[in-house]
């Protein structure tokens, strides 16, 4: 028996990374999935290694009318929307001031932020009626912390996706909502692709992967409703910023 049986959760960017892992981790607890996302063959191949039911619901969540249909079907089909696990994001590679150009700006923003809003929006009304529900966030480090690696659009939108969390649990807690934001430092996803220089697959070897920041939402979905975890930090204990710092002070130990 499952802790998360007879729920459903609602999995944006579940097409891979994250999303896909989690998707896994909430399945095997018990829950019925709602996968999400723009490659309607990513979201089957993930399907297909669910145990239990899954629904496949491509979308593009930065299009508030595609989130409110996904949101209806889950309503109609299901009867009832438990946990939303807002993991879609997006970055590009052309990120610095010098560089990036107003619609690349547009896309990180709509990919990272809005897209966080338009989900919450949506699922807000059902479970308000439930008087039950979770809402998690995947947001990054650098929603916390200013620096040039991600640069401002994505830093920016994380920042404003930790405020929008926060901001939900002062006004729907009484409705019996409960939101979390988690901010991983450097995952080992298809993201780091995008970055102007990718990491080396030994960077990446020391990153966290996918399955632990999904072990930390299966942990997340599996609170008692009374219990609200507001913000998570999860960063790998090889921290590549940190490691550059000691270099810069001489102060890396040496074999």
Not at 180 to 200: C, F
Not at 205 to 214: G, I, K, N
């Amino acid at each position: 028996m499952g802790r998360l049986d007879g729920k459903v959760v609602w999995v944006t960017g579940a097409g891979s990374g994250i999303g896909a892992a989690s998707a896994r981790a909430l399945a095997a607890e018990g829950a019925v999935v709602v996968l999400s996302g723009r490659r309607p063959e990513a979201l089957e191949a993930v399907a297909a290694g669910l145990p239990g039911r899954s629904l496949i619901a491509p979308c593009d969540v930065t299009r508030a009318a595609e989130v409110a249909a996904v949101v209806d079907r889950i309503h109609a089909e299901l009867g009832r929307l438990d946990i939303l696990l807002a993991n879609a994001g997006t970055n590009v590679a052309r990120r610095d001031w010098a560089q990036l150009a107003p619609a690349e700006a547009e896309a990180v923003i709509a990919g990272n932020l809005t897209s966080g809003f338009l989900c919450a929006l949506a699922v807000l009304p059902l479970m308000r009626a439930q008087k039950d529900g979770l809402l998690i966030h995947t947001a990054s480090i650098a929603g916390r912390l200013v620096g040039l690696l991600s640069g401002p659009a994505y830093t920016a939108a994380k920042h404003g996706l930790v405020a929008m969390s926060h901001a939900l649990n002062i006004q729907e807690g009484v409705n019996g909502i409960r939101s979390t934001v988690i901010l991983p430092g450097e995952v080992a996803t298809p993201i780091l692709d995008k970055r102007p220089v990718p990491p080396s697959a030994e960077d990446r070897a020391r990153m966290l992967q996918p399955e632990d920041v999904a072990d930390l939402v299966r942990y997340v979905a599996c609170l008692p409703a009374h219990v609200r975890l507001d913000e998570v930090w999860i960063t790998p204990t090889w921290n590549r910023a940190h490691v550059a710092e000691l270099e810069r002070a001489g102060m890396l130990p040496r074999p």
